[in-house]
């Protein structure tokens, strides 16, 4: 080796040394969002991931009438915490007597692009205005749109006398076929 | 393969013959180490844009925001600390080879002709990084960036005739807020990196066409040694090493260091610059406050301008002379700034007053910190200002210091002659417990004028241990009453009319302490005990020592004095009430609380 190629792989050896001493924790950086965090939720927008809202009361709703309720939790957002805050909606049907579960909850976020549901015109059933997903009053898709069936979410009532409705909040994975809770 | 891309690059771009003529332009006297000095700080100053960049997709400018997510670059996300700590050393090594960069070229005397230009270029660029270490230094808007940036706009604010004008622009206003954080923000990521650019082209540019300056006598040697590969490795090594002490700081270090956020109502923040500005800093010093612009902007304004001035002195005045005169002027003012520099970390080293201001904005920061990163706290809507003023530990105590401590004592503590209790777990059992059994002690009435009440009673009591702990029991209890029960409410729950302690509190206590609707009193005056050491009694006993239920019955001038709205804001009440109360998290070791001394 001569002394000109000594100096010409030192070069590109030191060089490329240095790079990687600041690219290697750049990237890092960058993918912070995707490490998990010890409560197993991710570092972004971390929720209290398992608790249940509570949202409403069993005599608010009305056999096989959709209605829409908030979801309202401490939310934190980065470094900011903030109580209380509305996060997103649910929409709670009630069942007839005797029928388990006696209510069941629909995210109210499209499992197309995640916008948010609204009830279809004249009530027959729900339907998102973003791309026209449409589906029934059991969530079944009624056009070729939605991957999959509005996300249902879990349903646990008090043993009060007028039964508070518990909603277990998720958020699930856009497109996807399948139902893939967002970590 | 790569070739070949290269080659279909080079036929469209001409990339090679561009980079050719410098890269293989022969070396007078071979490669050197004094040649490496503008390469490495070419490299720290990638280092900066490139680490400067990263944080941009995390750092958000506002008064409000710019602490909280700082903390979150430091301590929350993945090898945050790191790039921090890399933007934050790496400001300072510039700082350092900046200045051997200056002494060299100088020394060179490089400044002569054909580099006239180069050296003001150099110049140039000298500001302009003094520029981005001061609009940098702010951005994370907590203690130590908004102090200095105060002192800083102010020294502006002090020039003659426009010094008002540039501050005011500079600030965003007259005062301190999101319009200065934007203005800062936008000057260092923004204007500050394109005149950087510009002039950095220009200056490397013209490097190229002059070439390095051989030392005298070398330059008539021949050399075969070019700048790629040769040069290239000498200057890679000394970058490697210096990248070396970056990342040794950042280790040794953790990161970059991060104060309590900015908070313009402490009164005790021991601000300091950065080590490199010490100098300006001590000789401010010794300037009274009405000439504090001869030493802050005339006199490094006229070194500054003699500096410019030396190419076109060169043509004047004798060559040897003149930079015989402008080295032994750098040499003065070296040693001038290095005596200033060590004189002021003495001076500090030797003060209490600054060690104990210190330990406190220590403190301060770990209390910060530590609520920013627990779950349950963290920084609060309203923004990282209110961090501290919403918790009971930072802003409780202080105002409970400056406002109650005057007559009042905790823990024994406080200023002034005491004429009020201790008010060290004021409202729990533990409290009411003491002063059932010792009421004429320092730390209950003994101090207190005309409240005797208490120590009469005692003198006249048959009650025994056993009753005394349950009558303190029941009045424990009664700090849990909620705001919004009345005495009626309160006296139907269960296990209050028949509580242990219940017959003897109406028996004794109720002779004079009167509840509408449950003890008559009659015996002497004495304030209303519903609710005793519920927040809502306290913030009463503090709002309206005058009422009725409270202490209305003495004269005004031995009354505890009423804290209206005005004077104490419904905040601080509500810090006041939750400090005594203990309503906060914990402190860690690092953060206990220390009352200052009296």
Same mark, same amino acid.
């Given at each position: 080796?001569?002394?000109?190629?000594?100096?010409?792989?030192?070069?590109?050896?030191?060089?490329?040394?240095?790079?990687?001493?600041?690219?290697?924790?750049?990237?890092?950086?960058?993918?912070?969002?995707?490490?998990?965090?010890?409560?197993?939720?991710?570092?972004?927008?971390?929720?209290?991931a398992?608790?249940?809202?509570?949202?409403?009361?069993?005599?608010?709703?009305?056999?096989?009438?959709?209605?829409?309720?908030?979801?309202?939790?401490?939310?934190?957002?980065?470094?900011?915490?903030?109580?209380?805050?509305?996060?997103?909606?649910?929409?709670?049907?009630?069942?007839?007597?005797?029928?388990?579960?006696?209510?069941i909850?629909?995210?109210?976020?499209?499992?197309?692009?995640?916008?948010?549901?609204?009830?279809?015109?004249?009530?027959?059933?729900?339907?998102?205005?973003?791309?026209?997903?449409?589906?029934?009053?059991e969530?079944?898709?009624?056009?070729?749109?939605?991957?999959?069936?509005?996300?249902?979410?879990?349903?646990?009532?008090?043993?009060?006398?007028?039964?508070?409705?518990?909603?277990?909040?998720?958020?699930?994975?856009?497109?996807?076929?399948?139902?893939?809770p967002?970590? | 393969?790569?070739?070949?891309?290269?080659?279909?690059?080079?036929?469209?771009?001409?990339?090679?013959?561009?980079?050719?003529?410098?890269?293989?332009?022969?070396?007078?006297?071979?490669?050197?180490?004094?040649?490496?000095?503008?390469?490495?700080?070419?490299?720290?100053?990638?280092?900066?844009?490139?680490?400067?960049?990263?944080?941009?997709?995390?750092?958000?400018?506002?008064?409000?925001?710019?602490?909280?997510?700082?903390?979150?670059?430091?301590?929350?996300?993945?090898?945050?600390?790191?790039?921090?700590?890399?933007?934050?050393?790496?400001a300072? /090594?510039?700082?350092?080879?900046?200045?051997?960069?200056?002494?060299?070229?100088?020394?060179?005397?490089?400044?002569?002709?054909?580099?006239?230009?180069n050296?003001?270029?150099?110049?140039?660029?000298?500001?302009?990084?003094?520029?981005?270490?001061?609009?940098?230094?702010? @951005?994370?808007?907590?203690?130590?960036? #908004?102090?200095?940036?105060k002192?800083?706009?102010?020294?502006?604010?002090?020039?003659?005739?426009?010094?008002?004008?540039?501050?005011?622009?500079?600030?965003?206003?007259?005062?301190?807020?999101?319009? /200065?954080?934007?203005?800062?923000?936008?000057?260092?990521?923004?204007?500050?990196?394109?005149?950087?650019?510009?002039?950095?082209?220009?200056?490397?540019?013209?490097?190229?066409?002059?070439?390095?300056?051989?030392?005298?006598?070398?330059?008539?040697?021949?050399?075969?040694?070019?700048?790629?590969?040769?040069?290239?490795?000498?200057?890679?090594?000394?970058?490697?090493?210096?990248?070396?002490?970056?990342?040794?700081?950042?280790?040794?270090?953790?990161?970059?260091?991060?104060?309590?956020?900015?908070?313009?109502?402490?009164s005790? #923040?021991?601000?300091?610059?950065?080590?490199?500005?010490?100098? @300006?800093?001590?000789? @401010?010093?010794?300037?009274?406050?009405?000439?504090e612009?001869?030493?802050?902007?005339?006199?490094?304004?006229?070194?500054?301008?003699?500096?410019?001035?030396?190419p076109?002195? %060169?043509?004047?005045?004798?060559?040897?002379?003149?930079?015989?005169?402008?080295?032994?002027?750098?040499?003065?003012?070296?040693?001038?700034?290095? #005596?200033?520099? @060590?004189?002021?970390?003495?001076?500090?080293?030797?003060?209490?007053?600054?060690?104990?201001?210190?330990?406190?904005?220590?403190?301060?920061?770990?209390?910060?910190?530590?609520?920013?990163?627990?779950?349950?706290?963290?920084?609060?809507?309203?923004?990282?200002?209110?961090?501290?003023?919403?918790?009971?530990?930072?802003?409780?105590r202080?105002?409970?210091?400056?406002?109650?401590?005057?007559?009042?004592r905790?823990?024994?503590?406080?200023?002034?002659?005491?004429?009020?209790?201790?008010?060290?777990?004021?409202?729990?059992?533990?409290?009411?417990?003491?002063?059932?059994?010792?009421?004429?002690?320092?730390?209950?009435?003994?101090?207190?004028?005309?409240?005797?009440?208490?120590?009469?009673?005692?003198?006249?009591?048959?009650?025994?241990?056993?009753?005394?702990?349950?009558?303190?029991d029941?009045?424990? /209890?009664?700090?849990?009453?909620?705001?919004?029960?009345?005495?009626?409410?309160?006296?139907?729950?269960?296990?209050?009319?028949?509580?242990?302690g219940?017959a003897?509190?109406?028996?004794?206590?109720g002779?004079?302490?009167?509840?509408?609707?449950?003890?008559?009193?009659?015996?002497?005056?004495?304030?209303?005990?519903?609710?005793?050491?519920?927040?809502?009694?306290?913030?009463?006993m503090?709002?309206?020592? %005058?009422?009725? %239920?409270r202490?209305g019955?003495?004269?005004?001038?031995?009354?505890m004095?009423?804290?209206?709205?005005?004077?104490?804001?419904?905040n601080?009440?509500?810090?006041?009430?939750?400090?005594?109360?203990? %309503?906060y998290?914990?402190?860690?070791?690092?953060?206990?609380? /220390?009352?200052?001394?009296?």
């Amino acid at each position: 080796m001569t002394r000109r190629d000594f100096h010409r792989l030192g070069s590109l050896a030191l060089g490329g040394l240095i790079k990687l001493a600041v690219a290697v924790p750049a990237v890092a950086f960058l993918l912070s969002p995707l490490r998990k965090r010890g409560g197993g939720g991710s570092e972004g927008a971390g929720t209290e991931a398992d608790s249940l809202a509570n949202i409403a009361s069993l005599s608010q709703l009305k056999v096989g009438e959709p209605r829409s309720f908030p979801i309202v939790r401490d939310q934190v957002d980065a470094w900011v915490r903030y109580p209380r805050e509305p996060v997103g909606s649910v929409w709670l049907v009630r069942q007839p007597d005797g029928v388990e579960p006696p209510v069941i909850a629909y995210s109210a976020e499209c499992p197309h692009l995640g916008c948010a549901i609204n009830l279809a015109p004249g009530g027959a059933g729900f339907h998102c205005p973003c791309h026209n997903s449409s589906f029934d009053r059991e969530g079944k898709p009624l056009n070729k749109i939605p991957p999959r069936p509005m996300d249902t979410l879990d349903v646990e009532l008090t043993k009060d006398d007028d039964p508070r409705v518990l909603v277990r909040f998720e958020r699930f994975q856009a497109l996807a076929e399948e139902k893939i809770p967002l970590a | 393969m790569l070739n070949y891309i290269a080659d279909w690059f080079d036929d469209r771009t001409g990339f090679r013959s561009w980079l050719r003529p410098f890269a293989e332009k022969p070396l007078p006297g071979g490669a050197r180490w004094r040649y490496v000095f503008g390469s490495v700080l070419a490299s720290v100053f990638l280092i900066q844009a490139f680490s400067g960049l990263m944080m941009m997709t995390a750092y958000s400018p506002s008064s409000s925001t710019a602490w909280g997510s700082v903390f979150y670059i430091e301590k929350q996300m993945w090898m945050g600390w790191f790039i921090r700590g890399l933007h934050h050393f790496g400001a300072q /090594t510039v700082m350092i080879l900046l200045l051997l960069h200056f002494l060299q070229v100088l020394f060179a005397a490089a400044y002569r002709a054909p580099r006239e230009v180069n050296w003001w270029l150099g110049l140039a660029l000298m500001a302009i990084v003094l520029a981005f270490s001061h609009t940098g230094y702010q @951005l994370p808007w907590d203690q130590k960036g #908004y102090w200095a940036t105060k002192v800083v706009t102010n020294i502006m604010g002090g020039a003659p005739v426009l010094g008002p004008y540039i501050k005011t622009a500079v600030v965003g206003g007259a005062e301190y807020g999101n319009q /200065t954080v934007t203005r800062f923000y936008g000057l260092h990521v923004g204007i500050l990196p394109v005149l950087m650019f510009v002039c950095l082209a220009a200056h490397v540019a013209l490097c190229r066409r002059h070439g390095l300056k051989p030392p005298e006598g070398l330059a008539a040697k021949a050399s075969h040694e070019t700048y790629w590969p040769d040069q290239a490795f000498l200057s890679l090594i000394a970058t490697t090493a210096v990248v070396g002490v970056m990342v040794a700081m950042i280790l040794y270090e953790g990161g970059a260091p991060l104060d309590a956020p900015a908070d313009p109502s402490s009164s005790d #923040y021991p601000a300091r610059p950065e080590w490199f500005f010490r100098f @300006l800093y001590q000789m @401010l010093k010794h300037f009274p406050g009405k000439y504090e612009w001869v030493g802050s902007i005339a006199i490094p304004g006229a070194i500054f301008l003699t500096m410019a001035a030396l190419p076109l002195l %060169d043509k004047v005045v004798s060559s040897r002379v003149l930079h015989f005169f402008a080295c032994a002027l750098i040499f003065g003012l070296a040693g001038g700034a290095g #005596y200033l520099t @060590l004189e002021s970390f003495l001076e500090d080293h030797g003060k209490p007053e600054f060690h104990a201001a210190r330990v406190k904005a220590d403190a301060e920061r770990d209390r910060a910190l530590a609520l920013a990163s627990h779950p349950d706290y963290g920084v609060p809507p309203e923004g990282s200002g209110f961090l501290m003023r919403l918790d009971p530990l930072t802003r409780g105590r202080g105002v409970l210091e400056a406002k109650c401590l005057g007559c009042h004592r905790m823990n024994g503590e406080g200023a002034d002659e005491q004429t009020a209790p201790d008010l060290k777990d004021f409202g729990s059992r533990a409290w009411i417990r003491g002063l059932l059994e010792n009421p004429g002690s320092d730390a209950y009435y003994g101090k207190t004028p005309e409240c005797d009440g208490m120590v009469d009673w005692k003198k006249s009591s048959h009650l025994d241990a056993r009753q005394l702990d349950e009558v303190a029991d029941f009045l424990a /209890t009664f700090a849990k009453i909620p705001a919004e029960m009345n005495v009626d409410e309160w006296l139907n729950q269960p296990g209050v009319a028949d509580h242990p302690g219940a017959a003897a509190f109406e028996k004794e206590c109720g002779m004079c302490h009167i509840i509408d609707g449950y003890t008559d009193g009659g015996l002497r005056e004495a304030p209303g005990l519903f609710a005793w050491g519920s927040p809502q009694w306290i913030a009463r006993m503090i709002r309206r020592p %005058d009422a009725e %239920d409270r202490y209305g019955y003495l004269a005004e001038k031995q009354r505890m004095p009423a804290f209206a709205a005005e004077s104490l804001t419904d905040n601080d009440l509500k810090m006041i009430v939750r400090f005594l109360a203990d %309503d906060y998290l914990p402190p860690t070791e690092s953060s206990k609380p /220390t009352l200052a001394a009296p």
